[in-house]
Every structure is written in structure tokens, then in C-alpha cells.
């Protein structure tokens, strides 16, 4: 309840940051129009030589977009800015100021801080999902719903543990300035199905870096297709990787030696 | 032009031993022009299959990737990162008092970070090859004109870049434009598809628009698809969009640089 408190606060305050610098609001917007736009256009010019990639048609890939962007933007509104800022902190020894805090350190270094205009591209992958599950062939039902909200809920977690133990590995690494761009990079595979993937990349792609979790597996909720084994275990991967990651960051807490020493 | 010489070795000198400290970081951020690539060559393959998409087979498709990774890295633009920033936070005036001009140091920059990164790109691409192994379908002529179209490519890339970058000194959103940019690059410029393989009409505008000289047209050069018809007019455009693009650049410095001293900051 007090941690509940205490992240509001920071809500709060990112809110009142937000609103100083209103008209780079607008920007932002055009900015986020022009990312899923873009990503739209290339959708068609692929689809205008084929009528499905890997037995996904058109309105299932631009569901499978829609979630890209719905998750990209909860990352980068509530993930990847406070992660950032610790990573910061840590190099700079800053970090000590956390520490003394009466509230575990793992939740003031992943709550601290929110860049809210992202929820544009929240927005956007909403309207996107939206309208690719008006085109599908068969009605979404209230169950594919369901399944869905429990398959986005699953991928955050594990998009959160991704981006916690990466964000520890600064303990034994100090110049790790752009963990973002490294997940970035990596998440980009996710605009497609992993089963496009040959073998060994889907495999990688699945329990590794597993996007498959993050993107496809939700998608194939909303868009009506048959739930694969990976739905079944979603949830208990999230499980396992939210508390390794949880546990990861309090062995590299233990490793922080501060600035000065 | 010795001075100019001497100063650019000297620049390329110092910002290679400096690049070199992060290349690890460095790498990291040339994994994009290798993570992009390889999604649409398995993209592309696979919607090929067995048949022909506008005379790219699944081979055509492989091979046209797999050296679209290189040249996307060489002919990448970074003055919007590097040199972007230097107007904004007035850090150009130092290199306004140096007797060089200040984008001989921007150039050095743009080929330092390229020469740091091959040391780790190389066997990647090298790496990538050996996997896929795809038929080859040019011949010398087409590598031979691949060069050519290659260093057009680079330096055309760098003065868009150098535009956007220098947008800095009249707003400061000049990455919201440079997003239209790299939208424009990945749209018709070559990236999400070869530009023979667009549907006919966004093909007939990214033909005329300078995003494919500036990275996809040395491909297509290489992979020897074109008619001589197609090659001259490529050449052609590309010697077009470098002239426009040049002048382009001296108006936009010289007047840009006067807001600078203006300001003052």
C-alpha cells in the first residue's frame, strides 16, 4: 500500500513534468503517427506481393503490430526510463542515495521515473489491434479477449525481467550507458511472427531473447488463431523469470561498491 | 587543400583512437544495420518460396540483403548524433576557431566510426555469407560499377545527413525530421524492399526521390538487374541528387551558421 503510495507520487510528478513542456507533446504525437505509419506502409508493400507471411494474413500481422507498439510503449513509459536512470546513477555513484531509502531498492530503481508522452504509441497499438480485429475472418470473442489481456500481462512481466537483469548487469559492467538500444535492437524481430524465424532463431528467439512471448504469443490471442503450447507455458515462464531477474538484481546489489571506493 | 589534408588525417587520427575505446558500444549500435537486414531477408525468402517477385528470386533476395548490410553501414549518416548536438549545446564555436573547417572534423567522425566498426562488422558479414551462401547473380562489370555507385552513395548520404543535422540551428526538434528521413530510407529507399520489388506506383516516386541513391541503388547495381538504360539514369540521378544536395549544404551552413553566431550560444 505505502509502495502504491509512493509509485503515484512519482506518477504525479511525471505528470506535472510532462505538462511544462506541452508543445513538444505535439511533436511527439506526429513522430509516433509517422513510426506506425511507417511500419504500416512496409506491412503493405510485403503483403502487396503475398496474402499471408508464414500463415499470418494481413489483419493478424497488423494485430501482431498493434501489440508491438502497445508493449514498446509501456516499456518506454514505464520500464526503460527509470532502468536508464539507475543504470546512471550506479556509474556515477549516485545510486548510494537510493540505497538509504526505506523501500526496496528494486522498486524505487524500476518506478522512479515515467516518460508519459510514449502512451501515444500505447494509444496507437491500441487503435491498431483494434482495427485489425475488425478485419479478421472470424468474430474475436470474449474468451480470445481474455486470453489476450492474460498474454499481454504475462509479456510485460517478461519484457521487466528482461529489463532488470539487464539493467544489473551494470553492477559487474559500469559502461552499460545504452542497455535500451540493446533490447531495442533486439525487439525489432518482434514486428514479425517467430514462426518466420528458420529453426535456430525461432529457438533463440523463444527462450533466449524470448520475443515470442512478448509479441507473437498475445497476438495469436487477439487475432482468433489456435492458442499454441507457448500460451500454456507463458504465464509460468513470466513466473520463473520475474523472481530469477528479482533475485539477479540482489546479487549484483551486492556487488555495488559506490563511487569513491 | 594541404592544410586541409594534413588537418583531416590528423582528425581521422585522433577520432579512431577515440572511437576505439568504445567499440564494444559501438558495435552494439552497428548491430542494427545487421538485425534489420536479416529480418527481411527471412521476410522476403520467405514470400518468394520458389517463384520470381518482380525478377528477384529467393537467391536475388539473400544476396541483395546480405550486401544491403554492408551498405547500409557504410553509408550510414550519424552527423544528426554527432554534429546535431554540437549546435545545440553551442559546442561548434571551438571548432569554428580552428583554421579547418569544422565539417572536415564531422567527415573524419562519419569514417572513423565506419573503419572501427568493420573490425567486428567484417566477420559478421563474412560469417553471414558462409551460412546462406547465396548464387551470385553479377558479374566483374557490376562489382566494378558497384564502387562507384557505393562511395556515390556514402557521400550523398552525408550531405542529407549533414542538412538534417544542420536543422539543429533553427529548431530543436531536428530528429522529428530526421525521422521523416529514415522513415522515407526505410519505406523507398531499398531497406523494407529492393525498389524494383515496391508496387508501381510508390516504385515510379522512390525512383525519382534521392532515398534509394543515398543506400539501395549500389545494391541493385551489384546484383546486375539493371538495363545500361537503368544504370546511366541511376548514375545520372545520383550525380543530380550530390550537385542539389551540395548546394544545398553551403547555403544551408552559411546561413545557419550566422543564426549560430546570432544567438550566441
Do not use: C
Not at chain 1, 517478461?158 to 533490447?183: C, D, G, K
Not at chain 2, 549545446?89 to 564531422?106: D, V
Amino acid at each position: 500500500m505505502r509502495l502504491a503510495r509512493i509509485a503515484w507520487a512519482f506518477l504525479r510528478s511525471a505528470v506535472q513534468h510532462e505538462l511544462a513542456y506541452r508543445a513538444d507533446f505535439f511533436g511527439n504525437v506526429v513522430r509516433s503517427l509517422l513510426g506506425t505509419g511507417t511500419a504500416f506502409g512496409g506491412l503493405m508493400v510485403v503483403f502487396s506481393h503475398t496474402e499471408s507471411l508464414g500463415d499470418w494474413n494481413f489483419p493478424q500481422m497488423l494485430g501482431l503490430l498493434g501489440v508491438f507498439y502497445v508493449v514498446q510503449g509501456v516499456m518506454a513509459v514505464f520500464m526503460s526510463p527509470s532502468l536508464n536512470k539507475t543504470v546512471e546513477e550506479v556509474r556515477e555513484g549516485t545510486f548510494d542515495y537510493i540505497l538509504v531509502k526505506p523501500v526496496p531498492s528494486q522498486f524505487i530503481a524500476s518506478t522512479r521515473r515515467f516518460v508519459l508522452w510514449h502512451v501515444t504509441d500505447v494509444a496507437l497499438g491500441v487503435a491498431i489491434i483494434v482495427i485489425a480485429a475488425g478485419r479478421l475472418e472470424d468474430k474475436v470473442t470474449l474468451m480470445d479477449v481474455l486470453v489476450f489481456l492474460a498474454m499481454i500481462f504475462t509479456a510485460l512481466s517478461i519484457v521487466y525481467a528482461m529489463w532488470l537483469s539487464l539493467t544489473t548487469l551494470v553492477f559487474w559492467w559500469v559502461r552499460m550507458e545504452n542497455v535500451t538500444m540493446i533490447f531495442n535492437v533486439f525487439y525489432e524481430t518482434g514486428r514479425y511472427p517467430v514462426e518466420i524465424f528458420p529453426f535456430w532463431l525461432r529457438q533463440a528467439l523463444t527462450f533466449i531473447f524470448p520475443v515470442a512471448f512478448i509479441t507473437t504469443v498475445p497476438a495469436r490471442a487477439i487475432t482468433g488463431r489456435e492458442a499454441s503450447w507457448l500460451t500454456w507455458i507463458a504465464p509460468i515462464v513470466a513466473i520463473v523469470v520475474v523472481l530469477a531477474a528479482s533475485k539477479f538484481w540482489r546479487i549484483g546489489l551486492s556487488r555495488y561498491s559506490s563511487a569513491s571506493s | 587543400m594541404r592544410h586541409i589534408l594534413v588537418g583531416f588525417a590528423a582528425f581521422t587520427r585522433s577520432e579512431l583512437a577515440n572511437l576505439f575505446q568504445y567499440r564494444v558500444m559501438m558495435f552494439l549500435y552497428a548491430l542494427w544495420d545487421v538485425v534489420n537486414p536479416i529480418i527481411y531477408l527471412i521476410v522476403w525468402s520467405l514470400v518468394a518460396g520458389e517463384r520470381q517477385i518482380s525478377g528477384f528470386s529467393r537467391d536475388d533476395f539473400i544476396m541483395y540483403y546480405l550486401v544491403f548490410m554492408v551498405v547500409s553501414h557504410l553509408a550510414l549518416a550519424i552527423e544528426v548524433y554527432t554534429f546535431g548536438p554540437l549546435i545545440e549545446r553551442g559546442q561548434l564555436s571551438p571548432r569554428l576557431l580552428r583554421p579547418i573547417h569544422p565539417w572536415w572534423h564531422a567527415a573524419a567522425v562519419n569514417i572513423s566510426y565506419k573503419v572501427v566498426n568493420l573490425i567486428m562488422l567484417i566477420p559478421v558479414w563474412i560469417g553471414l555469407f558462409l551460412v546462406l551462401r547465396p548464387a551470385f547473380p553479377g558479374d566483374w562489370i557490376t562489382v566494378a560499377l558497384f564502387l562507384p555507385a557505393l562511395a556515390a552513395a556514402i557521400v550523398l548520404s552525408f550531405f542529407i545527413g549533414s542538412l538534417f543535422a544542420m536543422l539543429a540551428f533553427w529548431t530543436t526538434r531536428s530528429f522529428s525530421f530526421w525521422q521523416i528521413w529514415t522513415s522515407l530510407l526505410f519505406l523507398m529507399g531499398g531497406q523494407v524492399a529492393p525498389v524494383a520489388v515496391l508496387p508501381g506506383f510508390v516504385r515510379d516516386v522512390a525512383v525519382a526521390l534521392p532515398a534509394r541513391y543515398a543506400l539501395g541503388f549500389p545494391v541493385e547495381v551489384i546484383l546486375g538487374q539493371l538495363d545500361a538504360g537503368e544504370l546511366v539514369m541511376g548514375f545520372a540521378m545520383q550525380a543530380g541528387w550530390i550537385a542539389l544536395a551540395a548546394l544545398a549544404f553551403a547555403f544551408v551552413w552559411r546561413s545557419g551558421i550566422k543564426r549560430y553566431s546570432a544567438v550566441g550560444a
